[in-house]
């Protein structure tokens, strides 16, 4: 939970400028707008727009437009800081023109931003009192939530569905999972706690302030996917989504990116007049990886850890989420880099591997996983140079590059764009059949969907054959994992 504080500096150079100003009305004159700034560097480090470097990703319209105005010829709070030499916060980009748009700001020296921690603010309580708190919005959750939902609540009811997709939240089973927090119940690190308590409350308020429901304002990805503006299934962890859909049945295209992969090896392969060996030698750890997984994943888990003491559900989540990057353009490097700002950045897999270069290595000199990354790029080219005689698909590719005002995309940035055109398109079939099954979708997660109620094994080998036939996907397969109410 982010608390602000002002320098006194501030207030007092207020009443310098405003001599009719007491100290009450210029501290009242700047509440408003530290109160909007708290909301919105709270907001922005809920929905990942907080950097390591300690910036925020601001709405820069709200600060300058919305947040109260002085004296008689109106002058904006955040103008007069800014022209006074006050500032709380500065922008890292200072050629940016305030808009609705987002950017970059940090904070000064007469700003002090503290974190007070959900998880040890309900320590203090007593049982009697942590319930209270958690069943009874305070004021200031009221005027936060009417904030955060203004826009949603101004449109009509059409409107609404139109722009948002609507979940309904399992409100015990957030406030259950919140006291699972405090009770020391779930097992991971520090700042994971306190990051899903802070996700789980907001949550919890909206929900409770909006009829149980959380909007999600929906952003459609010229790449093909569809996002989610602020709070959303999406954005928080595993662990928040499991707590606040509830008893419910989550189904998620299994190694889709190399399944889609896939779909195009038996077309490279027959287009080459000679070969220098079989095609299931061509695409040897691509074909182990998509039919005996276990075993793969067993392979590349010895390689790495060898005999490190960490769990094999540690290990194994790490490999997947390397694996995972290699099929989205990862490349097998250990490169670190610093950008415009100043930040710091590292390639995805020293990210994934937290910056281990002795395990990233190790992982790099597996033999299954250069195997499967040298088939990956044979497969990244062939299906790029396939589609760019596509005038449509180049068409909408300049088309995104002028609008987003960047370099000419690279082949790792063109196969995402058409895997998750692929990907959307694929699991728009299940939700097409999921409706016609008549089971609840709940959340929709990009290659997963969330639903209500489980799926009959003939319903679900129903789904793939469809898939398959339409996509021509052959691989295409779904995966289940149970959702539990936490109690």
Not at 64 to 91: A, E
Not at 314 to 343: P, R
Request: proline share 1%; hydrophobic share 35%; aromatic share 10%.
């Amino acid at each position: 939970m982010l608390k602000l504080e002002v320098n006194p500096t501030v207030a007092n150079q207020l009443m310098k400028s405003f001599p009719k100003y007491s100290k009450e009305k210029a501290e009242l004159r700047l509440n408003k707008y530290v109160r909007t700034l708290e909301r919105l560097m709270r907001r922005a480090r809920l929905n990942n727009r907080f950097s390591r470097n300690k910036t925020y990703t601001l709405e820069a319209k709200v600060l300058w437009d919305k947040c109260g105005q002085l004296g008689t010829k109106k002058i904006s709070v955040h103008k007069w800081l800014t022209d006074n030499r006050v500032q709380l916060v500065h922008k890292t980009n200072v050629n940016y023109r305030p808009s609705k748009e987002l950017s970059i700001y940090k904070k000064t020296k007469y700003l002090t931003i503290k974190d007070e921690s959900v998880i040890d603010l309900l320590r203090k309580m007593s049982t009697q009192d942590r319930l209270n708190y958690l069943n009874n919005p305070t004021q200031h959750d009221i005027d936060e939530i009417t904030d955060y939902l203004k826009d949603f609540n101004s449109l009509s009811a059409s409107e609404q569905n139109d722009l948002y997709d609507i979940v309904k939240v399992d409100e015990v089973s957030l406030k259950n999972y919140l006291l699972k927090l405090v009770n020391g119940e779930v097992l991971i690190e520090t700042s994971k706690q306190e990051s899903d308590a802070d996700c789980s409350e907001y949550i919890l308020r909206i929900a409770q302030l909006n009829n149980g429901l959380l909007p999600q304002l929906k952003f459609e990805s010229d790449f093909g996917r569809t996002y989610y503006k602020n709070l959303s299934v999406q954005n928080v962890s595993k662990r928040v989504r499991e707590a606040f859909l509830g008893d419910s049945w989550e189904y998620d295209c299994k190694s889709c990116s190399a399944s889609w992969k896939m779909a195009f090896a038996r077309e490279h392969y027959d287009s080459k007049s000679r070969h220098k060996v079989s095609f299931d030698d061509s695409y040897i750890a691509m074909t182990l990886y998509l039919q005996y997984k276990s075993e793969f994943f067993d392979e590349a888990i010895k390689n790495t850890f060898e005999l490190l003491p960490y769990s094999h559900d540690y290990k194994t989540s790490v490999i997947k989420e390397a694996m995972t990057a290699i099929g989205f353009g990862a490349k097998l490097t250990m490169g670190e880099w610093k950008d415009s700002s100043g930040d710091t950045h590292s390639s995805s897999l020293r990210d994934v591997f937290n910056k281990n270069e002795m395990l990233l290595s190790r992982f790099m000199n597996c033999i299954i996983v250069r195997q499967f990354n040298k088939e990956q790029q044979v497969l990244n080219k062939y299906i790029v140079q396939k589609f760019s005689s596509d005038t449509v698909w180049l068409k909408e590719l300049e088309d995104s590059r002028i609008n987003r005002k960047v370099k000419p995309y690279k082949q790792s940035q063109k196969i995402s764009w058409l895997y998750q055109h692929a990907e959307t398109i694929m699991m728009n079939i299940v939700r097409d059949m999921l409706r016609t099954l008549g089971k609840t979708v709940l959340a929709n997660v990009h290659d997963a969907i969330v639903v209500r109620e489980r799926l009959t094994e003939k319903e679900r080998l129903a789904i793939e054959n469809l898939v398959r036939a339409k996509s021509k996907v052959d691989y295409f397969a779904l995966g289940e994992t149970k959702y539990k109410s936490s109690m």
